[in-house]
């Protein structure tokens, strides 16, 4: 069977009840990813033309765990794939070496030692990628690139085919744009802007501190944006204590 062929069949077996819904779509794309590939994990995720980073869905909870930790630290193999348009391959050794605070969070809270980032063509609005994850990275080298690489090709393609034959509105994107991840992380900018307003930061400055929050309390920058919109965080909670 061709890399096409394969990709439709676990498109089609991922087209499951409870993943069924347009915004669900990169959901399905990254479990199909995940299985055409054979590996361990993969999310999908682009840079927006603010230069937001937007989670678009996860093949499991735990890549989309991973792919949050990346968020918080603001540096890993993805950001880099995304910056540089080029592929990253980052066995344990390597992530320890050139992220070595993403990789202590992401040994510490998910079973990856392994990440190989990849561009998706530019057919999204904005710097997309996908994220291959694995348990042991000795199983880096038998990916197939070749085949990787056709898988993210197959990806941008699906997108931008739910793009071209859906109904949407440039301020709202296409309904892709709007599953539980971006929503979640959608959060972050409502966030910031709160802290904007009510500290007279600039938005910088704001998901920095959201970030230093985040990784000081060994959480997300998402539960720490929530609890701020929530009420059970004050903004001037999230300033540098004075010694």
């Known amino acids: ?16 009840p409870e993943l069924r819904g347009p915004e669900l779509l990169p959901v399905r794309l990254a479990r199909a990813c995940a299985r055409t590939l054979q590996v361990d994990g993969a999310g999908l995720s682009l840079v927006d033309t603010a230069q937001q980073r937007v989670p678009l869905g996860a093949s499991s909870e735990e890549a989309a ?9 603001g540096a890993g193999p993805c950001t880099d794939a995304q910056e540089t348009r080029q592929p990253v391959f980052a066995v344990e050794d390597e992530l320890r070496r050139r992220w070595p605070v993403f990789t202590e969070l992401l040994l510490g809270a998910t079973s990856y030692r392994a990440v190989v980032a990849l561009p998706l063509q530019p057919a999204l609005a904005g710097a997309g990628a996908i994220d291959l994850y694995f348990r042991v990275s000795d199983d880096v080298p038998g990916l197939d690139v070749f085949e990787a690489m056709a898988v993210g090709a197959l990806v941008s393609s699906a997108l931008s085919d739910a793009s071209v034959w859906s109904s949407w509105s440039p301020a709202d994107g296409p309904e892709w744009l709007h599953g539980p991840a971006p929503r979640r992380r959608a959060a972050v900018w409502e966030a910031m802007g709160t802290l904007g307003i009510e500290i007279e930061v600039d938005a910088p400055a704001a998901l920095d501190l959201l970030r230093a929050a985040a990784f000081g309390g060994g959480r997300t920058t998402e539960e720490v944006a929530a609890d701020l919109l929530a009420g059970r965080m004050r903004a001037v909670d ?3 204590r004075e010694t």
């Open 238 to 240: 999230l300033l540098p």
């Open 65 to 73: 765990t991973a792919e949050r930790l990346q968020f918080t630290v």
């Open 1 to 16: 069977m061709t890399i096409a062929g394969r990709f439709e069949a676990a498109l089609d077996d991922a087209d499951t």
